[in-house]
């Protein structure tokens, strides 16, 4: 069974930034963000492989960007200008069996985090 465990969510101004960290207690080829605001779906954020091929959705296209440290299992979501619409629950995801560029659906991914609370009051 795989653990995910993300940290960093927390309360912050519009136009500031977070960083969110996801930590795997195995290694998946492919780690990824979704988001879920209270009575929405959860949708898709961004997501990367182990290889460094990264992708996300067009409304964090420049203000977000993932990176990994595949030493440590870990995935990173920097969120740099912030916007109140971005308030949401934050899930982090993994998946073995994706290939690059090809995983953006939740049902896409097998194991979840806990999520993590964003909240960008304006």
């Known amino acids: 069974q795989v653990h995910l465990v993300e940290s960093g969510g927390g309360l912050v101004q519009a136009g500031g930034s977070l960083r969110l960290s996801c930590t795997s207690s195995v290694s998946r080829n492919v780690m990824a963000w979704f988001r879920q605001a209270p009575e929405k779906e959860r949708e898709f954020v961004g997501a990367?492989?182990?290889?460094?091929?990264?992708y996300y959705a067009d409304s964090v296209k420049g203000r977000f960007a993932i990176s990994r440290d595949n030493a440590k299992n870990t995935v990173y979501l920097q969120m740099n200008s912030l916007k109140p619409e971005d308030t949401a629950a934050y899930y982090c995801?993994?998946?073995?069996?994706?290939?690059?560029?090809?995983?953006?659906?939740?049902?896409?991914?097998?194991?979840w985090g806990q999520g993590t609370q964003v909240t960008v009051s304006s």
């Open positions: 995801a993994a998946e073995e069996y994706c290939s690059d560029y090809e995983c953006y659906e939740p049902e896409d991914f097998e194991s």
């Open positions: 990367i492989s182990k290889s460094g091929s990264s």
